[in-house]
């Protein structure tokens, strides 16, 4: 087909190698269900849901359909001083999804504000309580929590971190990826828990009065896909309640069912004090972030302002914006109405575990993990130490199937629509690239 523009010089595309892309361009035409299709006429199976986001699907009509009339009825309106019925319904009804006890929403419209706004409400809240001395946070390595400034500070992927500072007090305590003691776990890892005491150290190191939060992926996705090990998340809970700090669960991949239920938090039971929303919100089809809280979190910032005045000095012009809102509301009826939120951990959900650990017979291959309809497939890097996975992504994608390269990993995260002869594609593509690559 002709192409009705000149030149690809104008868009400077994100995380992307501009320069490498525009010489042999991937261009994608339009996507229905597990599928997108390409200019060339090929039909690339999702493997990763967009980019972790298209929880349900390409295409889905109802969601279309909402935004659509939303647009006609009421296309925007400030959510300064203002407000519309779609807004304070879409808020509740995120909170049946929620750890109980956590009813409070706050919009942004992408998982970065999302970080960024729960890092601003851990400094309200303690500055609230007369605690205006902790300020610090701290991450982990391997982070990922956007591109922002808040969140490249508290993220420990470093190309995304050097080059912008200097950035705010933080400090970052070791990732839980432990190979020699781990590789080819199902599920959570059994070795490990005592990696969260790591954080204890570097309490006591800057004092508990100077920290405001901690915040981790629940599961590490941009950071190569690394699962908790068992008991591990439930004692860094207990480290930051001891300590007054604010836990701050990143759940803008794990959240909406990617691994089996609505959040990892309700997925591992512990609870956080914070969790950061976005992607499958809305089905990824319109910017949307949100921010859930404790009650007593919001309602002590709100209290310790004056009658009368603004509570917390933030937010967007797009905070809860009808069409976000409708969009949200529409994708969570889908969710419901399909069984969507819990389907990774039934029987799908297992397949695609079996299916992907098959894997470990492929050539190269040294690590597989997973949970839930999450995964990664670990290969051994060239002699120089780069990595072989964008190689083999690139030969995937020829083949007909869309795998995210990080690392050394090759990433699954597929829509929770996926069917068994899906997950098969999948793992076939991947086997063959694979014979291929270290043959
Ligand atoms: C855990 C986590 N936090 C934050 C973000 C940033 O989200 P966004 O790209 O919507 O700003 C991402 C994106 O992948 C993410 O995986």
Redesign the pocket.
Known sequence: MEKSYKSMDHFWMPFTANRAFKASPRIIERAEGMWLYNDQGQQILDGIAG??CVNAGHGRRSIADAISAQIQKLDYSSPFNMGHDIGFEFAERLTRYTPEGMDRVFFAN??????ETALKIALAYHRARGKSGKIRFIGREK??????FG?ITVGGITPNRSGFGPLMPVDHFGHTHDLAANAFSRGLPEHGADKADELQRLIDFHGADTVAAVIV?PV???GGVLMPPIGYLQRLRDICSRHDILLIF?????GWGRLGAPFAARKFEVTPDLI?S??GISNGLV?L?AVFMRNEICDTVQAAAPDGSVEFFHGYTYSGSPIGCAAGLATLNIYDQEGLLTRASGEIGAYFEESLHSLANAPGVVDVRNCGLIGAVQFAPNADGSPRAPELSNSCYAKGAAIRPIGDNLAFSPPLIIEKAQVDQLVETVFDAAKAAYA
């Open positions: 980019l972790w992408s998982g970065s504000e999302s970080v982070g990922y929590h956007g591109v922002n969140g992926e590490s996705g941009a990143d759940e803008v991949i794990t950061t976005a992607k910017p972030g």
